[in-house]
């Protein structure tokens, strides 16, 4: 399955471009780069120069998948990466 607007929290955020839209930390409104790393409470932003960890409470994130631009509320999204789908699908049942 790839990735769409519709499907975007089901997969893995890792390698993907995002730029912070906004957030409870207002100085880190703005950054931009490609996801390194999640875990259950933070991402891990690679920009131009360094390597910054953002946390999810507070924080949504603009990511290009294809031609779309999606907004992602990382706050919905404070779990291990790896129980994503297993709480996704809980869920919507």
Not at 16 to 24: E, G, N, P, V, W
Not at 39 to 66: C, H, P, R, W
């Amino acid at each position: 399955m790839s990735i769409t607007k519709h499907n975007i929290h089901k997969h893995e955020f890792i390698g993907l471009y995002a730029q912070i839209i906004d957030s409870s930390d207002k100085g880190c409104i703005g950054l931009s780069g490609t996801i390194v790393d999640e875990t259950k409470n933070t991402f891990k932003l690679k920009t131009a120069d360094t390597e910054k960890t953002i946390q999810k409470y507070g924080t949504v994130l603009s990511m290009k998948i294809g031609c779309d631009e999606v907004a992602v509320d990382a706050s919905k999204l404070r779990f291990r990466p790896e129980d994503r789908i297993k709480k996704i699908k809980k869920r919507a049942v």
